[in-house]
């Protein structure tokens, strides 16, 4: 699979400090060529599931090739391992916490590559600090492999599995689909992990949070402002809106919030 080139990068890192900086530096010190695209690093800190939802939503919008980072480490420095993944015609590195599940999940013939000390010394990648892999580890390898300089299953061995999502999937009964809010948007929408092909055998949808039940409508400018709504989002979830306001804010709901999707014309 040849590399395009482009390099893809999600923290938990906000944009408080040198952090994002120093990835980028890192990188283009190796790969002068490299086009880099921040994705987001407003990630909930520690969270790796809501990094690996934006991630497996998003990256089929890159091009084929596009080699993505994902740091969102609480385990930085431990012995829990990196792992290099080839899926969907893409390039991913992350930590094995979670964070992939999802893009794995979404890929068939996904195949994972458990990062091995001597390899990364083959690439001049030695002696990381104990606190900033995103620096010293996952910068110079994305660089190396969106340059074409190496491949996946150069960067250490093969790896059956990985850690699972820290957030189950959508359990999905006869009259219902329960998921939990995975992310809130500049917007204070709140987005979901269910997925719209998990309701379209609802003939009426109606969405329940937080002690409120709100009619799955098709975009927010069908309701008045201020009025609660959900809809199926641009990224294919239930999403849970408040036109013109912040539906987290108005009804006090975060990330981890259960969700339900019933058909409002099952009276059972």
Known sequence: MPASGVITVTTDFGHQGPFVGVIKGCILTRFPAARIVDLTHEIMVHWPAEAGFWLSRAF???????VHVAVVDPGVGTSRDILALEAGGHYFLAPDNGLLAPVVARCAGARLTRLAALSLARLNIA????????????????????AGRCQVADLGEPVGALVPSWVEDPAIEPASVAGVVITIDHFGNLITNIDAALITRFRLPVVHAGNHA????????????????????????VEIARAEHSASEGLGLSRGAPVVVRDGTDHA
Do not use: K
Not at 60 to 66: C, I, L, N
Not at 221 to 227: F, I, R
């Open 214 to 237: 709100f009619p799955l409508l098709r975009t927010y400018a069908d309701t008045q402002p201020g009025q609660y709504l959900a809809l199926v989002n641009s990224f294919g979830v």
């Open 127 to 146: 002696n990381p600090s104990a606190t900033f892999h995103g620096r010293d580890i996952f910068a110079p390898v994305a660089a190396e492999l969106a």
């Open 60 to 66: 089929a919008f890159f091009p084929a090739g596009t």
